[in-house]
């Protein structure tokens, strides 16, 4: 009888777990990723994010508060520096300079758990862009999204007023379980 009970509840463990993950991991090609500023307040917004199509992987964790530090240089494009400060953060770069596999394989290098990519584009307020491989060997295998340039611009120039080194944030957020805290979008981008 208790081989059956240990047996029942260990399936019952691996049942939550694979349930928790395949939620995770559900994303199909041109669906949004969500993440939350929890600090600076002033930019205390949920905000969108489209996964890389083709390259990349998916996030196997909640990060209820994770830094959200801006990568130097901006572009993600060579070796980034204060590799201590990036190691196990989510990292924002801008788009240009390289392709996105580049940027993710450099933030990866550093130890960064993900890449935000945000478009050079600041007046971009709506428009996703589908990142796909350079057609390299290189496989990065860290979470990579797109961010609206107009999103990634004001989270910039949020840390850069205020003389912060980086932002904190909660991701991926379940949209679906909205009711556990307010729901406040960006007020200069539309959904």
Known sequence: MGKVCRTAAIALYLWGLFMQFSRLSALGVNELLYFRV??????????????????????????????????????????????????????????????????????????????????????????YLDMVTDGSTAKPSIPALFLLGRDGMMIRRSLQRQALPWAVISIPVNVSALASFPFKQPPWTLW
């Open 38 to 127: 929890i600090s600076p307040e002033e930019i205390g917004y949920l905000f969108s994010a489209a996964p890389a199509k083709d390259f990349g992987g998916t996030f196997t964790s909640f990060y209820d508060e994770i830094f959200l530090v801006p990568a130097d240089p901006a572009d993600g494009c060579s070796e980034l520096t204060d590799r201590e400060i990036l190691q196990g953060q989510v990292i924002l770069v801008e788009r240009g300079g390289c392709s996105f596999v580049q940027k993710a394989r450099n933030v990866e290098e550093a130890g960064g758990k993900a890449v935000l990519i945000a478009d050079n584009a600041e007046d971009n307020d709506s428009q």
